[in-house]
């Protein structure tokens, strides 16, 4: 029985290891992955704006950056890391960092204004559109909201959501979710390694129990009790 409990804390000490190697292979896997998200960021050179008391502002104005942070958390339901808000490290390379940018550009995209140009009197809906200058504000709207058949929406929405402003925003979310699942990653190796020590420590145990039975029935034998020569006739 002894030795039975020793192979099988033999045979769990095996599987922690491999799992403690698992989680150093997981773990240089995502550590690439963030020298490369870092790399990118350097590259790009994407940075975030403070001011002298580590406030977060946008445009030099505190409550730009609290109507940003305000169309991320409640508009669109993203769960902000404060942490990741570090004056010290201004640089665009967490998630929390990646998305406020994306909220920024479609902050401003939102609330901005587009002047459309009729060079003639456009009827649309029974309605008459007479030539002239109009400035048409975004009023919230993203790209699906607006009516591109209206004579001012239609041109607005082109001024309005731009390839550019599409394209930062889709790689921003492509940053945003690298970063995340890095993230993620690293907790993967954790539970990974976390396994591989219990199952290591599980296996020493039963090593060291089966070791201590061992020892303690090796005390209990009896003596050999010593046997009379025959007397000699």
């Given amino acids: 029985m002894k ?15 491999l799992f403690m190697g698992g989680g150093v292979f997981a773990y240089t896997m995502v550590a ?5 998200l870092q790399s990118f960021s350097e590259a790009q050179n994407v940075t ?4 002298e008391d580590g ?4 445009r030099g104005e505190v409550a730009g950056a609290e109507a940003i942070l305000d169309l991320l958390e409640n508009d669109w339901g993203y769960a902000v890391v404060a942490s990741d808000l570090n004056p ?3 640089l665009v390379n967490t998630g929390t960092e990646y998305m406020y940018q994306m909220a920024l550009i479609a902050h401003h995209t939102l609330t901005g ?3 459309v140009v ?6 649309y809906n029974g309605e008459t559109f007479p030539a002239g200058t109009y400035e048409v504000a975004t009023d919230g709207k993203y790209w699906t909201d607006f009516d591109r058949s209206h004579p001012l929406e239609g041109p ?3 001024m309005a959501w731009t390839g550019t402003a599409h394209g930062l925003v889709g790689e921003l979310g492509v940053g945003s979710v690298t970063a995340s699942t890095l993230q993620l990653g690293l907790g993967i190796v954790a539970l990974i390694e976390g396994l591989g020590l219990i199952f290591v420590g599980t296996g020493l145990a039963l090593i060291w129990v089966a070791a201590g039975d061992k020892k303690n029935e090796l005390k209990e034998a009896p003596a050999i009790e010593s046997i009379d020569e025959p007397a000699t006739v």
């Fill in 3 to 17: 030795s039975r409990i020793k192979v099988l804390g033999l045979a769990l000490s095996v599987i922690g290891l």
């Fill in 32 to 36: 690439d992955g963030q020298h490369a």
């Fill in 48 to 51: 975030l704006t403070y001011n």
């Fill in 55 to 58: 406030q977060l502002v946008d």
């Fill in 88 to 90: 010290n490290d201004p």
């Fill in 113 to 115: 204004t587009n002047t």
């Fill in 118 to 123: 009729l060079t003639e009197d456009t009827e």
């Fill in 156 to 158: 607005a929405r082109e």
